[in-house]
């Protein structure tokens, strides 16, 4: 499986104002080849025609072989998600606002964009943590570059493919990708049950409660420092607006990296798989109040779920994602279905049979006893094909 590694690059005077001015000149050449293909092609950007176009003028500015092929194809890549995203309705629909404006102008790169590297314009000197990149002053040798030591042991071992130079915050990054052996998926003894929400952001069905009250409480203190910095309306504020964003973010996933990384391995020490609410599309068809909207567009689900299934496979324990519907109203006891067996937002008691208990934990329940289902009906062997001449007609 595909993975990431970052690690911080430490430039000195010297070499900082060299990847500063390259990272500038591939994304000002990354425009000029933005514009060229949709002048000539508007959104279906073709890579071989395109090099035909504009691979002599990017090596006239002084761009090396392999970078000019790099910013070609990199800004082919952008216009092939941009046409998926229409395709599949992100952007709104046909005739929205958004979506015309994505279609009638070419896309813009940032001057600070990250810029790919393969094997031949970046080495890696692991055992002295330095790398060899190239720049358009030359080649910068003796880079120096610090992470973990688990990060360099998995860089050593698996590294594959390129590599992302990045700038955040006046600090540069590698970011690497590494190709790790997956182990095999053992047989399940039993599934735990994970049930996602805004107040909790995880239940087990083992009863294991990850509250959301910190997260949201940091979150609201956050939008009131965030209010108070944008009534400035000064240039250094809205850099600062940026910089606290990214640490609202960075805290969320630091959170959901604990959750994920405790639930995978109580599954893997008790051979149990993993099942999760299929929740995508919920912010589509759920209507909440205005005051809760930036509650509800903030909750990291879909993070958590990416979370939980990369954690999973790594680890080769069974996941499952199973239908979420009135997991929360359903007794798992009598199956009895009722609005009205959640009294509150944080109980569940059953009209029929009398079960109660937290409503999280009985949604919990409700997922493990969906994929106990699943996973028989998906591993299900195939029916064998009846004899030749038995007379037997299979519908």
Excluded at 40 to 63: S, V, W
């Amino acid at each position: 499986m595909k993975l990431v590694v970052q690690v911080r690059l430490l430039p000195d005077a010297a070499q900082a104002p060299a990847l500063e001015a390259t990272l500038r000149a591939v994304n000002k050449a990354a425009n000029r080849v933005s514009s060229v293909a949709f002048e000539h092609f508007g959104l279906k950007a073709r890579e071989t025609l395109l090099r035909k176009l504009c691979y002599g003028e990017l090596k006239a500015r002084g761009l090396g072989a392999q970078a000019a092929q790099h910013v070609i194809k990199r800004v082919c890549d952008a216009y092939t998600t941009l046409r998926a995203n229409i395709r599949n309705g992100n952007l709104g629909p046909q005739g929205s606002k958004r979506r015309r404006k994505a279609e009638s102008k070419p896309i813009v790169f940032r001057p600070d964009a990250a810029h790919t590297y393969d094997d031949r314009c970046l080495s890696w000197q692991y055992d002295a943590q330095k790398v060899s990149v190239w720049t358009l002053a030359g080649r910068v040798k003796n880079l120096r570059f610090a992470c973990s030591s688990k990060a360099l042991k998995q860089l050593a071992g698996h590294r594959k493919g390129e590599s992302d130079l990045v700038v955040r915050d006046g600090k540069w990054f590698l970011v690497a990708t590494i190709d790790l052996p997956e182990p095999e998926v053992f047989e399940p003894k039993d599934f735990i049950g994970v049930d996602g929400g805004i107040v909790n952001l995880a239940t087990t069905s083992d009863a294991d409660n990850h509250s959301g009250r910190r997260l949201g409480r940091y979150r609201r203190w956050q939008a009131r420092k965030k209010a108070e910095i944008q009534a400035k309306r000064t240039r250094s504020s809205k850099q600062l607006l940026k910089k606290r964003a990214r640490r609202e973010a960075r805290h969320a996933t630091h959170i959901n990296h604990k959750i994920s990384k405790q639930t995978v391995a109580v599954a893997q020490r008790t051979e149990r798989g993993i099942a999760l609410e299929e929740l995508r599309g919920i912010r589509e068809r759920v209507t909440v109040p205005r005051d809760q909207r930036a509650r509800l567009s903030s909750w990291p689900f879909h993070q958590l779920g990416a979370f939980l299934a990369y954690k999973a496979r790594r680890a080769g324990v069974p996941f499952i994602e199973v239908d979420p519907a009135y997991t929360s109203q359903r007794c798992p006891r009598c199956g009895h279905t009722a609005k009205n067996n959640r009294p509150s937002r944080d109980h569940f008691s059953c009209r029929r049979c009398g079960l109660a208990g937290p409503a999280d934990h009985v949604a919990g329940v409700n997922v493990r006893n969906r994929a106990r289902s699943a996973w028989v009906f998906v591993n299900m062997p195939d029916p064998l094909p009846a004899r030749a001449g038995s007379g037997r007609c299979d519908p």
